[in-house]
């Protein structure tokens, strides 16, 4: 188990920078994940950690040694790859046991050392098989098998369950945060599925165009995303925004209406803002603001409706079993507590 | 909703031709379909093949067709010291030539797969001994071996290594090497490039798996590239080896299986015999006695070498 500091990593790929300065310091035995859209570097910067990609500025260290020049061989750290990287000419055993056996330790501790492992993923019956046997979760089990039987400082998953079916997905999930509950081993882990970052992670980071947008707690980065990218990256459905202004103690968005502003630390008069309001935090008010229906999507435990309010796009998401035609016109209200403003020139949070 | 619609009309079959009635019918679409192919395979594979065999067993001659001699041919053939010859350099040929060629060909296969400048235009040249037709290659050999004007010599002798031009090929056991060396050279390409395709086919992240999992360079060779190699390089080795042993053009255009018999191959032999020496039939039993040789050949690396375990489907063991 071992503390990982990035500092003011760069990377570059001839003239093409790919990261510009990322810095995030990860404290031992957390699970960190490492979250964005395609091409934001996330998987990039995960490679540099496990050293298949050499670091053109800055430094990464693991356990306090700077590693910039450590061969991955030498820096105490395992991966679990997208598509498993299984060997396919050997048993799910020598898959597990290849590294010992590179290490040339003897026939017991391989013996022992798997058997431990695969008692933890339940992969007893299944050490004699190919990897062409085994089912895409089975296979998951294996490559994270291999991991453990390493017994590293910090364990890496470069987006271990996009091959998975999405039932499967979610147990999956739940199988590797319990997994580092029970080996406590720092963990750095690369998706670009919201939802998978908010369940795992004790700090999420997420990452835009090579750049760190934000770092903290799941809950903290939904409560209180420090701009817009964030704020629209993180939640599903994702934040309603609208633009507008600040005028007379409340924000006048499109069509001119007049939403109520947060109480405490409201924006100054006449500034141009972004108005974000969650899905699930508009209400059914009778005094409120008269929105049209125009989609109902029950879901069961609520049901989300698209909705125009002086023309712009929102969605709902209520609670309450809503039995509304197209064209209907719905009262509804923001939580004016939950309210998030944003700067429309630089996009950063305002206010509260 | 529709029905009174359509009231009043009845679909009515439209009577088939007798022609399409004829290509819906089975049998005879199965044997139209099978018919070129099979017309193909009889005309040029299996009425040379089985005339051959034939010819084995009469006393055919050039200008007279033979009789019936039963396995007279190859009563003969066994006593014969140049068949026994024949068969010892078509097995050390074949053996050398397959062992110079793979080790090269692997080599360069490992080497083209990394990231090199101007890879394609390195692929197009290694291509090139393999497309210039054999006939050239035997040329260009024949005039580096040729005893007076050997560029070889030329070099050597200019560098004050030797005094005395080499004897390439006027001699038994240097010509034999000499023409395993031209083989091997011609060889290459096909192993190199159809290796090169099998060298892409595995995925990279085994490799860096395996650089985390500790290994070295050579230890990524020998438990991640070899093994996953070896299917495609069994049926590599196949293809060689039947190319290599069944050679003839090059042999026969650099020293016509001289000198004194020394350098010829079974296929070498069987043609000198058959037509420049007229004894169709005996030509045909040389001929005939290299199949049992790339039977073995074929399923020594079939066996031995092709579809290990691990590439087998879903089923459970």
Request: charged share 15%; glycine share 8%; net charge neutral.
């Amino acid at each position: 188990m071992a503390t990982v500091d990035i500092r003011q990593v760069r990377k570059a790929f001839g003239s093409t920078q790919i990261l510009h300065g990322v810095s995030v310091a990860i404290e031992d035995g957390q699970f960190v994940v490492l979250v964005g859209p395609s091409g934001c570097g996330k998987s990039t910067l995960l490679r540099m950690l496990a050293g298949l990609e050499n670091i053109t500025g800055g430094e990464i260290a693991i356990g306090g040694r700077v590693v910039n020049n450590v061969p991955p061989k030498d820096r105490d750290i395992a991966m679990v790859f997208q598509n498993y990287a299984l060997y396919p000419h050997m048993t799910v055993f020598q898959n597990m046991a290849f590294s010992m056996k590179l290490a040339g330790a003897p026939r017991e501790v391989m013996e022992r050392e798997v058997q431990k492992a695969a008692k933890i993923l339940g992969l007893e019956q299944l050490l004699h098989r190919f990897p062409r046997q085994l089912s895409g979760g089975q296979r998951q089990r294996v490559a994270m098998g291999r991991a453990i039987v390493r017994n590293p400082q910090v364990f890496l998953f470069d987006e271990p369950l996009s091959n998975l079916d999405a039932k499967l997905r979610v147990q999956m999930r739940a199988e590797i945060k319990e997994l580092h509950q029970r080996l406590k081993v720092t963990t750095v882990y690369v998706t670009h599925d919201q939802i998978e970052a908010m369940t795992m992670a004790d700090l999420i980071v997420v990452m835009n165009h090579g750049r760190v947008e934000q770092a903290g707690q799941p809950l903290e980065l939904y409560d209180r995303p420090a701009n817009l990218f964030v704020a629209g990256f993180i939640g599903s459905p994702a934040m309603n925004m609208m633009e507008g202004r600040v005028e007379g103690g409340s924000f006048r968005g499109p069509g001119d209406v007049a939403w109520p502003l947060p109480l405490n630390g409201a924006p100054p008069p006449g500034g141009e803002v972004i108005y974000g309001i969650r899905p699930e935090h508009l209400r059914l008010d009778p005094e409120g603001l008269p929105a049209t229906v125009h989609v109902v999507e029950p879901t069961g435990s609520e049901t989300q409706v698209l909705m125009h309010v002086g023309g712009a796009n929102l969605i709902g998401a209520f609670r309450e079993r809503i039995i509304a035609k197209p064209g209907e016109i719905l009262k509804v209200s923001p939580e004016t507590s939950l309210v998030h403003l944003f700067d429309k020139g630089t996009g950063q949070r305002v206010g509260n | 909703m529709s029905v009174t619609a359509a009231e009043g009309w009845v679909r009515q079959a439209k009577e088939q031709s007798w022609l399409s009635k004829l290509f819906d019918w089975k049998p005879f679409l199965v044997v139209m379909c099978l018919l070129p192919a099979l017309g193909l395979l009889m005309v040029f594979l299996t009425y040379p093949l089985g005339l051959g065999i034939w010819l084995a067993f009469t006393d055919t001659t050039i200008g007279r067709s033979g009789r019936w001699v039963g396995i007279e041919n190859f009563e003969f053939m066994i006593e014969d010291p140049i068949w026994w010859n024949a068969v010892f350099y078509s097995v050390f040929y074949t053996a050398v030539a397959t062992v110079g060629k793979f080790g090269l060909g692997l080599w360069l296969a490992l080497l083209l797969n990394n990231h090199l400048p101007f890879k394609s235009l390195l692929r197009a040249i290694i291509l090139l001994p393999w497309i210039v037709p054999t006939v050239l290659t035997a040329v260009a050999f024949w005039w580096i071996y040729n005893p007076q004007f050997s560029v070889i010599s030329y070099i050597f002798i200019e560098l004050g290594l030797r005094e005395t031009n080499i004897d390439f090929i006027n001699t038994a056991w240097p010509a034999r090497w000499s023409l395993i060396a031209a083989n091997v050279w011609r060889g290459i390409p096909f192993v190199a490039i159809s290796l090169l395709a099998g060298l892409q086919t595995i995925s990279p992240s085994l490799y860096e798996a395996a650089l985390l999992d500790g290994s070295s360079a050579w230890q990524r060779f020998r438990f991640i590239t070899f093994p996953m190699l070896l299917p495609i390089l069994a049926i590599v080795m196949t293809f060689s080896i039947i190319f290599t042993f069944t050679d003839f053009q090059l042999v026969y255009a650099i020293t016509r299986g001289g000198p004194v018999n020394s350098t010829h191959l079974l296929a070498t032999l069987a043609f000198q015999r058959g037509i420049p020496g007229g004894q169709l039939g005996e030509g045909a039993a040389i001929a005939v006695s290299m199949i049992p040789f790339l039977v073995f050949a074929t399923l020594f690396s079939y066996f031995a070498l092709a579809r290990r375990k691990w590439q087998q489907g879903e089923a459970n063991d």
